[in-house]
């Protein structure tokens, strides 16, 4: 079977049902093409079970500690299968709004089945014959790294990708990677009773944002019963008289369970991309600005290319991609300032970059935070010396809704001092940053000739 197509996406997580549900409103034949199940990792093992999973572990902490709002507090059993349930409940909820019939119904022809490469313009599709495409957009994203520790292979663990294949509560959790998904993950199931030992190589939790992100997670893992060794290294892996034994640069860990949270590595392999002159760079597929591979008629969007790994801006940088494909023109395919965040509690939200002229508005002033006993955090915004928004790191409940704010702002060029003139709802997690730009355009106003001259015309 041959079939020529305007387009055929490869990979069908984020970005490629993005891709390909806007190819087809552009009227061009499209095929989507997916080795395992559509949707990807966020669908099925990432971000829509792990907010389950995490939101599960909030119920469970806050009947717990429900003596703090003046309810009686409850500690029950956890059945870990019923909360997995429930977790597959959610996901099946999401599949079916993305289900190859879904799909199909509106003019996407899906192909299942591993792809590889036969030539530039052709690639073939297990168990579905060869198709032909005048373009194609590699959306195969990434999967699990696992680092280079003796044995680790050799003993059981588990990836974000089949710890939802766990039949019990693990009483005890080593978690290898204090990043985004290693604390969500390690948070949910302290939570949820495990006690977990979090491992992170570096001398802060979220390496990738400023310390103080970090630290102040570290100190509410603390709270609430874990173990968090910071600048600790995995020497080796080995299997116990009980369980599992890690022996690490700060001593020796027993284990019951053993979850690998330690990166992602792009997926090509398979492709065959060496027989369509698709050059990678490492293990991610090159790309320029505009999303364009070595091959100008093939692009990639999305974790593949090794950028930042955010299912928001696969799915933006697919849409690019199309773009640039179907339509006359190009447009840039890469953005700097990318919002992201991490769903612990506090969550942990960042845009653009943390350089400039800092302001910080302290929690403790956000009443919100005071009505609901959820101060731990902190509010930063940097500035440039124009009063435009270099970047934000925000650690509060809420965070994720609030850091869209100031990415649209950026988005924009809206000045800071402009969001002292939106008016925010009362006693909402958004006033905060209302209430810190109004601080910083008073004292604009106030300070200086103008303010001399402001402070005459008052009195008279």
């Keep these: 079977m041959s079939d020529e197509y305007d387009l055929a996406v490869i990979g069908a997580g984020s970005a490629g049902l993005s891709a390909a549900g806007f190819a087809v409103r552009l009227g061009a034949r499209t095929a989507l093409v997916e080795a395992e199940r559509i949707g990807g990792d966020c669908t099925w093992t990432g971000c829509v079970p792990s907010k389950a999973l995490l939101h599960a572990g909030r119920i469970a902490h806050e009947m717990r500690t429900a003596g703090l709002y003046g309810l009686p507090s409850c500690e029950r059993g956890i059945d870990l299968r019923a909360i997995l349930i429930a977790a597959g ?3 099946a909820r999401v599949y079916e709004l993305e289900s190859p019939e879904r799909l199909r119904a509106a003019g996407v022809e899906v192909r299942l089945g591993a792809a590889r490469f036969i030539d530039p313009h052709t690639v073939e599709v297990e168990g579905e014959g060869r198709l032909r495409a005048k373009h194609f957009l590699l959306c195969t994203g990434a999967r699990p790294s696992l680092p280079a520790v ?4 050799a003993v059981p663990h588990v990836t974000y990708r089949d710890v939802w294949d ?3 509560l693990p009483r005890r959790l080593a978690v290898l990677g204090g990043g985004p998904t290693g604390c ?3 948070q949910a199931f302290q939570r949820l009773g495990s006690q977990v030992t979090l491992l992170e190589a570096a001398a802060h939790l979220l390496p990738s944002t400023e310390p103080a992100a970090g630290e102040l997670l570290r100190a509410v893992f603390g709270s609430e019963g874990m173990d968090v060794r910071l600048a600790t290294s995995v020497q ?12 690490t640069t700060t001593g020796e860990i027993e284990t019951d369970t053993l979850l690998v949270a330690a990166g992602r590595t792009p997926v090509t392999d398979g492709l065959d991309l060496h027989r369509a002159g698709v050059e990678l760079t490492g293990a991610a597929v090159k790309v320029d600005g505009k999303l364009q591979t ?7 969007a999305g974790d593949v290319t090794g950028s930042f790994q955010f299912t928001h801006y696969a799915g933006w940088q697919a849409v690019q991609a199309v773009r640039n494909i179907l ?3 190009g447009v840039q395919g890469t953005r700097a300032a990318v919002p992201w965040a991490v769903f612990t509690d506090p969550e942990v939200a960042q845009v653009g970059e943390l350089r400039g002229s800092c302001r910080e508005w302290p929690v403790a002033r956000v009443d919100r935070a005071q009505a609901t006993r959820r101060r731990s955090g902190l509010i930063r915004v940097y500035l440039d010396g124009r009063g435009r928004i270099n970047g934000a790191l925000i650690c509060l409940e809420a965070a994720a809704e609030l850091i869209n704010e100031l990415s649209l702002a950026m988005q924009t060029g809206t000045r800071w001092a402009e969001v002292a003139n939106a008016i925010h709802t009362y006693p909402s997690y958004g006033m905060a940053l209302q209430q ?16 001399r001259l402001l402070n005459r015309l008052a009195k008279r």
Excluded: C, K, M, N
């Design 436 to 451: 810190l730009a109004a601080q910083d355009a008073v004292a604009a106003v106030t300070s200086g000739f103008r303010g």
């Design 327 to 329: 339509l006359p023109g």
């Design 150 to 153: 003796p044995g680790l292979e």
């Design 294 to 300: 070595s091959q100008p008629h093939i692009y990639a």
């Design 236 to 247: 080796s892996a080995a299997v116990g008289q009980v369980g599992l034994r890690l022996s």
């Design 89 to 91: 409940e959610a996901v």
């Design 166 to 168: 766990l039949t019990e």
């Design 184 to 186: 969500e993950l390690g």
